[in-house]
Structure formats: C-alpha cells, structure tokens
C-alpha cells in the first residue's frame, strides 16, 4: 500500500514538473513568437525629412523585420512637458509592452510613468535617466560634426563659420564643441559664431538665425536644429552648409555638403528582439548604465549621405576621418581643451569619458556664443513645462587648475599638401619632470612644442590624425610599447607601419622619460 501511494506520488509530481515545464516553455515561445504591441511617441509629424522622419524609417525597419509579429502605435504632434505625460501614461494602460518615446523632453514624462508601469519597457531617445524597465538610446552626433568642422575649416574662405544651436544641453554642447574641434585641426584662424534658436524644429526661426550669421559674414553652416530651412537660405545666399538627421540634398542640392544620418532601427530592432527573448536588461548598478546604448560610426546607427559640392581632396579626407573614428584612432574629446575665456577644461593627453561628457557645459575656445546662454531650467521656461524640470547631471567636467606648461604652439600657418594615408607620426611631449620625484628642470614648452609640430605633420606632411602616436610626459614603459624592446621590435609603431608605403616621423621634445 505504501509502495502504490509512493509510486502514485512519484508519477503525480512528474505530471506536475512536466505540466509547468510546458507551460514555461508555453509561454516564452508566445512572447517570442507571439505579437508584441510597441508604441512611439513622435514630436512632430514624420514628414519626408529630419528627426521625427528617421524615427518613422527606424519604425519601418521595425515592421520590415516583425511583419505580425509585432503592432505598432505611432502618436505624433506630442509637445514636451504634461501632454506627454498623459499621452504614455494611456499607451501603458492600452497594453503596449515597448513605448519609445523620441525627444529629449520627454525625459521626465517618461520616468514617471515607467515608475507607475513596472512591467512595461519604456525606451527615451537621448536622455540619461534610468530605471530598472526604463532604457535610453542616443546616437553619437558629435563625431559626424567633428568632420563637418574639418570640411568647414578647409572651405570657409571668411573664416567666419556658423552654428545653429537648439538648446544649451549636453548633446548641444558635445556637437558644437566637437564641430570646433575639427575646425581648429586645419585652421586656427577660424570662428565658429553660434547662435540658440532654441527650438527643435521651426523652419521660420531657424531660416532667421541663418539670415543673420550670413549678415555677419558666415560662409559655412552647420546645425542642431531639424529642418531644412538653413540649407534653403544658405543656397539662396550661394553659402554651403550641412543638413540634420536625414539627407536634405533634395531641398538643398547646391548648398548641402552632406547630412548625417540617424540610423534608429538597429537600436528599435536589437530591443524589441531582447525583449520577445526575454533577456533585455538594464544591469544592476545604481542608474542603471547598462541600460544605455550609445552607438556611433562604429555600429552603424549613424552614417553621412552622399558628399557634394566640395573637390575630391575633402571627399578623400572625410572618408579618411571617418575610417579613423570607425576604428577608434582618433579620439576627438582629448586634451588639451581651453574654453572660450582661456580656462584648461582638460590637461593634455588625457580623454572626455562619457560621464564627462554628459556634464559639457562649456564652449571651445574659437567658440563665439552670439545668444544669451541659457541654463538647463531656462529650458524649461521656454517650452513652459513644470513636468520637464530637468537638473544637469552630477558629473565631471575635470576643471582643472590652470596649467604651469604652455599648451598653445607659436601660430604658424603651414601649407597643405595631399593626405599620405600611410605616413606615420610619433610625437613625445615631456615637459613635467617634478611630479615624478626627478630632480630635474621642467621642459616648460615641451608641450606646446608637441602641438606645434603635431599640425605641422597634418598639414605639411599630409599625416592623418589618426596615424599620430602623441604621447605625453612618456615613461619608459610607454616608450617601450610605441618601439618595442630588445626581445621584439614589434610595438604599437610596428603595428601601424606599412612595409614599403610608410615614411616615419619621430619628434621629441623633452629631457628624457620622466620615469619607469
């Protein structure tokens, strides 16, 4: 009797194991294979052109890949602040599993009702607050302005180039300065006049702001803002200039050197897919950074239209530049940085991380701000907004205390010759002899020296930024892994050198290396 009621038991318990087994397995096949309900939230109608209309491409993607495996709510005009608010608030409750939410003020709209829908996937597009079920995707603009400003410096003939801001946040900021940045490589002499629009997308003001910068002799534009409104102005004033999100030749073709391209469906696709499989996760750190996406050139989310109305040589350079920011040879945030009255924001050699850059909130130094800089709560006034109340990141920006070592070389305008794609440069910099314990002088210019002979190698020698090995304040353990050591010759400058292409450059500037 007891062996039967032990077997019956025995037999009950597989039953019961398989049965929730084959329901588990019931139910991940149905998130997987099952249609999943998604939702965007548009600021303004999709058009045929600009922020809003590369979302709608990343929403095609979306139902290119899924076909009916997914249902898609699009609710578009949504204006930032309260409207937003209750606009996602009734796409969770409607049942969307995944709602993103495509603007940068809808932020905190979209942080408090994830906090009220836990079981719901919120995705915002360019912020920084996380939750456990709240993600953020942004795309890396920065980098296609750092090659807008390169082609900028090369064709301005002014030297008077212009600017359209949106509003003074981070993402602004990051683009501007990076824009700056690449001007400054191939021509010192340039000014970048700026001028906040503050708005995103409105073609009457942002043809304004472009009225007047070409009034003040701008010859370039370049913009952050989202309509094609500048471009028209700058082709109806025989100027050039650089489009937004989308490509803006067809509303430009003589004026549009190219536009970025904000590629959002490999982000749409990549959650949607984690999702229905059930591993999309945010991580476990306090702000959730394992939440956050934030691609480049390197993975596809952004890329450039087709390039127009420049000559073949800025055709080869922008192609190269965005070779080097593929591969991560060059790191456009690096210093030194100086900001627009004279302080160092970042000693030479060392790297904006992410965090920092986050906290940006300065200008370079051939920046010209021709607008009142408004503070992030000044933001708020203008769009009027309580809900939108956005506080700056507690982060970094490494001010640091003004240097002792000079870090501008002499002026020198060298000419310029055709790119050698397979010259190599190794440029030391040892200039800060005490700080390693070393009774011995400083080299108070060695820095500048450095910087000095670094343009001279762009622009006389034709060596692409991304081929210079710059190093600063080098120890022995550096210089060794630039040259190798007597065991293997093969360090960082062997990797780089092509055998019977390559001419290598080694300049010096220093007593010695400082240290082991």
């Known amino acids: 009797m007891c062996f039967r009621k032990m077997l019956t038991l025995f037999i009950m318990s597989l039953f019961m194991v398989s049965f929730s087994i084959f329901n588990f397995v019931k139910e ?3 998130q997987y294979s099952g249609v999943t309900k998604v939702a965007f939230v548009y600021l303004t109608t999709p058009g045929d052109h600009g922020w809003t209309y590369a979302h709608e491409l990343g929403k095609r993607m979306v139902k290119n890949h899924f076909g009916k ?14 409207a937003a608010t209750r606009v996602i608030r009734e796409l969770a409750a409607q049942g969307n599993e995944v709602i ?35 993600f953020t995707v942004n795309i890396r603009f920065y980098q296609s302005d750092y090659i807008s400003g390169i082609v900028a410096g090369l064709m301005t ?99 549009q050197i190219f536009s970025p391209v904000n590629n959002w469906g490999k982000y749409y696709i ?53 070779e080097d920011i593929k591969n991560g ?46 503070s992030y709560s000044n933001y708020n006034k203008i769009q009027n907004q309580k809900q939108a109340t956005l506080s700056k990141p507690k982060t970094s920006t490494y001010s640091q205390p003004k240097s002792e070592f000079p870090l501008k070389p002499i002026p020198i305008n060298f000419p310029s010759v055709s790119i050698k794609r397979d010259d190599i440069a190794v440029i030391i910099g040892n200039a800060n002899y005490k700080k390693m314990g070393k009774d011995i002088p400083n080299v108070n210019p060695a820095y500048a020296d450095a910087e000095g002979i670094k343009q001279y190698f762009m622009k006389a020698k034709g060596i692409k930024e991304g081929n210079i090995i710059y190093l600063k304040d080098a120890t022995n353990a550096q210089l060794l892994s630039v040259f190798g050591n007597e ?10 050198i092509k055998p019977n292409k390559s001419n290598v450059y080694i300049y010096y500037a220093g007593h010695g290396a400082p240290g082991e």
Do not use: C
Request: glycine share 8%; hydrophobic share 35%.
């Open 28 to 30: 991940a096949k149905s």
């Open 69 to 82: 495996n997914v249902e898609i709510s699009i609710v578009q005009n949504v204006p930032e602040g309260p």
């Open 100 to 134: 993103f939410t495509t603007a940068f003020g809808y932020m905190e709209p979209t942080l408090e009702v994830a906090k009220e829908y836990p079981s719901k996937v919120f995705v915002h597009v360019s912020g920084y607050k996380r939750l456990k079920n709240l």
């Open 157 to 255: 003939k002014t030297n008077k180039i212009g600017y359209i801001g949106a509003y003074p946040i981070a993402e602004q900021f990051m683009r501007i300065n990076a824009f700056a940045r690449g001007v400054n490589t191939v021509n010192q002499k340039a000014k970048i006049s700026l001028i906040w629009a503050h708005t995103w997308y409105d073609p009457v003001k942002e043809a304004n702001v472009a009225k007047s910068l070409i009034k003040n002799g701008v010859d370039i534009l370049n913009q952050g803002t989202d309509s094609p409104a500048a471009l028209q102005v700058a082709e109806k004033n025989g100027i050039l200039g650089f489009g937004s999100s989308t490509d803006m030749s067809p509303f430009a073709p003589n004026a």
């Open 270 to 322: 990549n959650i949607i897919e984690k999702y229905k499989k059930g591993i999309l996760n945010s991580g476990n750190s306090p702000n959730y950074w394992g939440g956050n996406t934030w691609g480049g050139f390197e993975s596809g989310v952004l890329k450039i239209s087709k390039i127009r109305n420049v000559p073949s040589s800025i055709k080869q350079k922008i192609s190269l530049t965005l």
């Open 329 to 374: 040879r060059l790191k456009i945030f690096e210093g030194p940085i100086i900001d627009n009255r004279g302080k160092e924001v970042l000693p030479f050699g060392v790297k904006l991380d992410d965090v920092a850059l986050w906290g940006m909130n300065y200008y370079f130094s051939n920046v010209e701000n021709h607008s009142s800089l408004n």
């Open 487 to 496: 065991k293997s010759h093969k360090g960082k400058l062997f990797n780089y």
